[in-house]
């Protein structure tokens, strides 16, 4: 029952998290920390990223709960692997159809990826104890996992998932000409007065 009560609590904070860290850049006026995040651009990656930041905070909650769990670091890496690998293959796959992105349909596999991640991580503790060198090499893998979240935004590999739809730029450099015009525009207002 409480895993239960659990499940649905992580969703509704992961989500929440993630639809706040998709504005958050915005509302930071482009604080590069802040940056590191959450979203800085339209890319697949950003929005990858924003659900990956609401399973991450979730974490510091989950390893207090299960983190005696002989699965718990296998079941995180895999719940953020999911996450990971399933709003790119949705969001792809149906672009093949649409041959654009659909705002309901984004919204709706943000969702997915975050129920999908969450049932496996539940369902990961609730199996038999996997060998301890598996748990362990998992917790290697989380380490290793976050360096690599954190890294993608400063230095975004020159693909598709990286690639801004609206810029056509990567990182921190696809918000860059908004960057001007919000210095551009405070300077007219500055000499207005």
């Given at each position: 029952?409480?895993?239960?009560?659990n499940?649905?609590?992580?969703?509704?904070?992961?989500?929440?998290?993630?639809?706040?860290?998709?504005?958050?850049?915005?509302?930071?006026?482009?604080?590069r920390?802040?940056?590191?995040f959450?979203a800085?651009?339209?890319?697949t990656?950003?929005?990858?990223?924003?659900?990956?930041?609401?399973?991450?905070?979730?974490?510091?909650?989950?390893?207090?709960?299960?983190?005696?769990?002989?699965?718990?670091?296998?079941?995180?890496?895999?719940?953020?692997?999911i996450?990971t690998?399933?709003i790119?293959?949705i969001?792809y796959?149906?672009?093949?159809?649409?041959?654009k992105?659909?705002?309901p349909?984004?919204?709706?596999?943000?969702?997915?990826a975050?129920?999908?991640?969450?049932?496996?991580?539940?369902?990961?503790?609730?199996?038999?104890?996997?060998?301890?060198?598996?748990?362990?090499?998992a917790?290697?893998?989380?380490f290793i996992?976050?360096?690599a979240?954190?890294?993608?935004t400063?230095k975004?590999?020159k693909?598709?998932?990286f690639?801004?739809?609206?810029?056509g730029k990567y990182?921190?450099?696809?918000?860059?000409?908004l960057?001007?015009?919000?210095a551009?525009?405070?300077k007219?207002?500055?000499?207005?007065?």
């Open positions: 029952m409480d895993n239960v009560f499940f649905w609590l992580s969703i509704i904070f992961i989500s929440t998290i993630g639809t706040l860290a998709h504005f958050l850049y915005e509302w930071a006026h482009h604080n920390t802040i940056g590191l959450t800085v651009n339209e890319s990656w950003e929005h990858i990223k924003i659900a990956l930041t609401g399973a991450f905070l979730w974490g510091l909650y989950d390893g207090f709960a299960y983190g005696y769990y002989s699965n718990y670091f296998l079941a995180k890496l895999a719940s953020l692997l996450i690998f399933t790119p293959a969001f796959f149906y672009r093949q159809f649409t041959k992105s659909i705002l349909i984004d919204i709706t596999l943000f969702f997915i975050i129920i999908l991640g969450q049932l496996s991580f539940f369902g990961i503790l609730a199996a038999p104890a996997v060998p301890y060198a598996i748990e362990y090499l917790a290697i893998g989380l996992f976050f360096g979240y954190m890294t993608l400063l975004p590999l693909t598709i998932i690639k801004d739809p609206i810029t990182g921190f450099r696809a918000h860059t000409h960057v001007k015009k919000l551009n525009a405070r007219k207002s500055r000499t207005k007065k």
